[in-house]
């Protein structure tokens, strides 16, 4: 989460006559403080209104093409999800019931994505994607120092291959776990890891490799068989097992339904585990992810903890304890309710609108594709030829107009190149890209007349990536 620092002001919250139906006096009086607690308290139905309005200063989710995490559930999930706000996910015992709806998510998922034997696969739900990564580079991490028990105990020190373009929680991995990131950076026209730079960073220390199944940089799939591949090929040369982590964040829900002949999952026997989050393309409000692992000795039993003190027995494998199992049975239901025909036709009608809005987008002579949504339904697009203006005027003025579309700059070794990336989530609908279109034709003319990019007269590049 984001670190805030306290304000150290008197400042005070404004509340007006009629916020208080019976006492409109009384209400005017009431001046309770921004960063400290108030002596007494506040009528419920002021304090509702209060913050109410506060939020009205927040985006329309609708609107929001950063994020790729689901803005709109039907009625009858958020129905649900209301009822169970008071479950707390991880008191089996108590809620015997979400915690069997748990494991039929775990079993779906294990079917989903070829598990050899989905019954003995083994798997958890989590609070998103961020923390399942966590718990899958924890059981990399445990397994190598099993195989590597005296070289680790020697000062071995362990480290995990990936590219420059993972989400920011591999980062974190590496660094709470104390595990060195080998990343491969980005190189002309590749934006993501490939097999021959995977293999390059291996060793006898390796935990792992990291493949991306929908990179947050540009929406691509990264080539998990070729690097499957390229790994077996290095343990026979080497006699390195290199085990694989596929993190499916975003495509781990959209690869099954809509390139079902793409092998990227447990079909290849050097895949130990794969995440996925449910709150992105597994369409449920934010708060859950999941974490699969293909069979029992791809999770250490250590990890693994047995706790009895909310009544009975269980297994919990988590960074968090006690949390919400609301977004768990919002989770099953999508998953009920939907089927396979259903998640196809979901996705395939949002790959449908970033297709077009890419295609429509690519026609402007002042733009280029880098990719054209065509595998997660996101895509990314950079200014081109001499224009005097660049990817965060676009986004800036874009914003005027309430789009939330963020502009960023790549990382090593790409810092030159700057892109603007739309996510097209459930919800978007062509008519709504018309809309965009329409907004981002009509600015166009208006950032033409500017004598150069804004940040050339010193206003900062405002930076929007949000995963």
Not at 419 to 437: E, I, M, P, Q, T
Request: charged letters at 25%; a negative charge; one cysteine or more.
């Amino acid at each position: 989460m984001a670190l805030h620092k306290g304000a150290g002001d008197d400042r005070r919250l404004s509340i007006g006559p009629f916020a208080a139906t019976a006492d409109p006096l009384g209400a005017m009086r009431l001046a309770p403080p921004l960063h400290r607690l108030a002596e007494g308290p506040v009528a419920a139905e002021t304090a509702y209104q209060l913050i109410h309005d506060e939020l009205m200063l927040d985006g329309n989710a609708k609107l929001n093409l950063a994020t790729f995490v689901t803005t709109s559930m039907e009625t009858q999930a958020t129905r649900l999800m209301t009822e169970c706000l008071d479950k707390n996910m991880i008191d089996k015992d108590e809620y015997p019931q979400t915690a069997e709806l748990e494991r039929r998510c775990v079993a779906i998922l294990a079917d989903l994505w070829h598990a050899p034997d989905p019954d003995s696969a083994v798997g958890c739900s989590t609070t998103g994607s961020s923390e399942a990564c966590m718990l899958a580079g924890m059981a990399l991490k445990r397994r190598w120092t099993h195989r590597n028990a005296e070289r680790y105990a020697a000062g071995a020190r362990p480290n995990l291959v990936m590219g420059v373009n993972v989400q920011v929680c591999w980062e974190k991995f590496c660094n709470f776990w104390e595990i060195e990131a080998r990343t491969a950076p980005m190189e002309g026209e590749r934006f993501h890891l490939d097999a021959e730079r995977a293999v390059a960073l291996c060793d006898e220390n390796t935990i792992g490799v990291v493949g991306i199944l929908g990179s947050t940089f540009d929406g691509s799939y990264e080539p998990i068989a070729e690097i499957c591949a390229a790994l077996d090929a290095f343990q026979e040369r080497t006699g390195i097992d290199v085990p694989v982590h596929v993190d499916g964040a975003s495509g781990g829900m959209v690869a099954p339904f809509l390139d079902p002949g793409l092998v990227w999952d447990f079909r290849l026997p050097r895949v130990a585990s794969i995440n996925t989050s449910g709150h992105k393309y597994g369409l449920v409000y934010p708060g859950v992810g999941w974490a699969l692992w293909r069979d029992r000795t791809a999770l250490p039993e250590e990890l693994v903890f047995k706790v009895n003190y909310l009544g009975g027995e269980m297994p919990t494998f988590a960074l968090n304890f006690s949390r919400p199992g609301a977004e768990v049975i919002a989770q099953y239901y999508v998953l009920l309710r939907l089927g396979r025909d259903g998640f196809r036709a979901v996705q395939g009608a949002c790959r449908e609108v970033a297709g077009y809005l890419a295609g429509e987008i690519g026609k402007l002579d002042c733009f280029r594709l880098l990719t054209r949504g065509d595998e997660v339904p996101v895509f990314a697009f950079t200014t081109d030829g001499d224009v005097p203006f660049d990817v965060f005027d676009v986004s800036r003025r874009l914003r005027e107009r309430g789009w939330q579309v963020p502009a960023y700059t790549f990382p090593a070794n790409r810092q030159d190149l700057s892109v603007l990336r739309v996510v097209c989530r459930n919800g978007f609908s062509r008519d709504l890209a018309d809309l965009l279109l329409a907004d981002l034709q009509r600015l166009l003319p208006e950032l033409r007349r500017q004598p150069v990019p804004l940040k050339e007269l010193g206003v900062p590049a405002r930076s929007g990536f949000h995963h």
